[in-house]
């Protein structure tokens, strides 16, 4: 039987609490749906502009989302497309549809 490298382990526990907050589980399928401002993903999720600014920090840390500036602008979105397909993956694991 193959045991998973340590670090790798480490990386993976990190990457599930981070994707464990409810809160960043609403703000990367928001994402997942297109790319956004703070100030329309914090209407989409009901939450201040400044809470959703700080997880944001968080998930780009973990590299889950992404930015581009636009002049004043800057919109986010899901780092790739492997996000989109953890989060597919889980909805259809758990028997629900959107």
Same mark, same amino acid.
């Given at each position: ?24 589980? =609403?703000?990367?399928? &928001?994402?997942?749906?297109?790319? *956004?401002? $703070?100030?329309?993903? +914090?209407?989409? #999720? =009901?939450?201040?502009? &400044?809470?959703?600014?700080?997880? *944001?920090? $968080?998930?780009?840390? +973990?590299?889950? #989302? =992404? ?10 979105? $899901? ?20």
């Amino acid at each position: 039987m193959k045991i998973l490298d340590e670090d790798l382990v480490m990386m993976m526990t990190d990457f599930y609490k981070t994707m464990s907050d409810p809160t960043r589980l =609403k703000i990367i399928y &928001t994402l997942i749906h297109g790319e *956004l401002c $703070v100030q329309d993903i +914090a209407k989409e #999720v =009901k939450m201040s502009q &400044t809470a959703v600014s700080y997880q *944001l920090r $968080v998930l780009k840390g +973990a590299r889950l #989302v =992404k930015f581009r500036r636009d002049g004043k602008m800057i919109y986010y979105s $899901v780092d790739d497309d492997h996000v989109n397909k953890i989060i597919q993956t889980t909805i259809e694991h758990l028997g629900h549809e959107e």
